[in-house]
């Protein structure tokens, strides 16, 4: 179900059927402005969402790279006039600052709330973009632009596995893992892909981490177990000779998986036996000289000392059955005794294959989001040339291929929102803000603050990265751009804040 549009007057369906995983549950304003989309829609495929993401020691969000599609970055741009509200300016406070809390000043911190959005384009890839966690009635709600969650690419539908991991650092999820389940945007940016509107509020089920005792062992493969940092082992176990030659055929060869083992066995015999092989073994004194000469149980038995002369801390340090002994010299001796023996050597042989297991910890539910790192208030018809400081992770190339960021780390920028609106033509852009900014793909879904306090972490979004440009045409990209906030866009966020999700582990 798309766009399911409800009558005006900010009504919503009904907490019971936001659990069944309805896919368009939202408020509509006159116009009809509010599109809705389900990402997740039922709990189990939620559930493989989260294990898509999170297995093998959270491989698949390593591998996932910025979402750069060329049509985002553009040449062709101007200006326009001054921005006019629609309706009068609006905002919702930040979480935590419901009440008013005096504190100092600090230098400037990175927001909690800030991270990394990961989904799956309909072409199959992996992809991220950055967003935001904001004020909501159940504390579930993530800020981003509108691309990065509608595939422009694949007629407007959403895109798949939607995750928001707060906090990523190379692979890290110290917040847990949030998937999402319902993602609103403007009717316009769904449908006419107009880029005035790319934005989206997507609400989260309860975060998920890996906190707890540990769970059922799963058996993968030798590099799957390689990498796995956490829990895992190893068992042998023992096959038949045919069965080690299949997988011999199937392997090229020996591998780490099918291999076999020699277990040498000896036994006493005569000097003159076929193939009888001489050896030593290192006795006591008291062995060695109670040992009988010549002929013994059909073997000769031989007797040979060494005498070894050794440091004074590898003299303490001795413990093997040899003798001790400071020589008339000052010498640290230790006299060894060998028996002699001739034995015969047979050999058994004994195959095996090798299965490899990680064991993962216990998914635990660690609560809400907004509960976890807070969120940012939101903020709409401000006035144009506000300071702003910006938030996201960098990472895809410039023009000219140079790629100045590791996209592992947030970065930001501050400033002064252009007074003039950007036009762009290719992207059905009329209005946008701007911002002077030299970042890269990846950054795109990222926060745009007002007020933002170094000390709270705390600031009100006023948009989100949507476009990133050259202005000056040197091939490196110096802007970004950003829908404006407006009166449609406080229905619409509105609508998603008052929507509830629940949770997935009970």
Wanted: charge should be positive.
């Amino acid at each position: 179900m798309k766009r399911i549009l409800l009558p005006a007057g900010g009504a919503i369906l009904a907490t019971g059927l936001l659990a069944a995983g309805l896919a368009g549950t939202a408020a509509a304003n006159a116009s009809g402005d509010i599109a809705s989309d389900a990402l997740a829609k039922t709990e189990a495929q939620a559930a493989e969402t989260l294990d898509f993401w999170t297995k093998s020691n959270n491989a698949a969000l390593k591998q996932a790279v910025a979402f750069n599609p060329d049509s985002l970055e553009v040449e062709k741009i101007s200006r326009g006039g001054g921005y006019s509200a629609d309706t009068k300016p609006g905002s919702s406070l930040p979480i935590g600052e419901e009440k008013k809390v005096a504190v100092k000043s600090q230098n400037v911190n990175m927001p909690k709330t800030i991270g990394k959005v990961f989904f799956e384009g309909r072409d199959g890839k992996l992809y991220y973009c950055s967003g935001t966690s904001v004020q909501s009635q159940y504390r579930n709600l993530v800020a981003t632009a509108g691309h990065c969650v509608y595939d422009i690419a694949g007629n407007d539908e959403v895109v798949s596995r939607w995750v928001f991991v707060p906090g990523y650092y190379q692979g890290k999820t110290p917040y847990g893992v949030y998937v999402g389940k319902q993602a609103f945007t403007h009717y316009d940016f769904d449908v006419y892909e107009d880029f005035d509107r790319d934005y989206s509020f997507v609400t989260v089920y309860n975060g998920i981490g890996g906190v707890g005792a540990s769970g059922t062992p799963s058996k993968v493969s030798k590099a799957e177990y390689d990498a796995y940092q956490g829990e895992k082992f190893a068992k042998d176990i023992s096959i038949s000779e045919a069965d080690y030659q299949k997988c011999k055929d199937l392997n090229g060869g020996e591998t780490t998986d099918c291999w076999a083992k020699i277990t040498k066995i000896e036994d006493l015999a005569g000097p003159d036996f076929p193939g009888a092989i001489k050896t030593l073994k290192e006795v006591s004194a008291d062995q060695f000289n109670a040992a009988p000469t010549g002929e013994a149980n059909g073997a000769k038995a031989l007797k040979a000392t060494w005498v070894e002369n050794v440091t004074e801390s590898a003299y303490k340090a001795y413990t093997g059955p040899g003798y001790r002994k400071i020589d008339s010299k000052g010498n640290f001796t230790i006299t060894h005794y060998y028996l002699k023996y001739w034995v015969k050597k047979t050999a058994t042989v004994g195959y095996f294959r090798t299965e490899f297991y990680t064991v993962a910890s216990a998914l635990k539910d660690v609560g809400r989001l907004g509960d976890n790192v807070g969120g940012q208030g939101v903020a709409w018809n401000q006035a144009p040339g506000k300071v702003v400081r910006t938030f996201g992770y960098p990472f895809g190339p410039n023009p000219d291929g140079s790629k100045p960021y590791t996209g592992v780390t947030p970065k930001w920028c501050y400033g002064k929102t252009a007074s003039k609106v950007v036009k762009i033509p290719a992207r059905k852009v009329e209005e946008q803000q701007s911002l002077k900014c030299a970042v890269t793909a990846g950054y795109d879904g990222g926060p745009w603050l007002a007020n933002y306090s170094n000390a709270k972490r705390l600031g009100y979004v006023t948009g989100v990265t949507s476009l990133i440009v050259d202005l000056d045409g040197n091939k490196r990209y110096d802007t970004i751009t950003s829908p404006i906030f407006d009166g449609e866009t406080a229905a619409i966020y509105k609508a998603a804040a008052a929507s509830w999700s629940g949770k997935l582990v009970k």
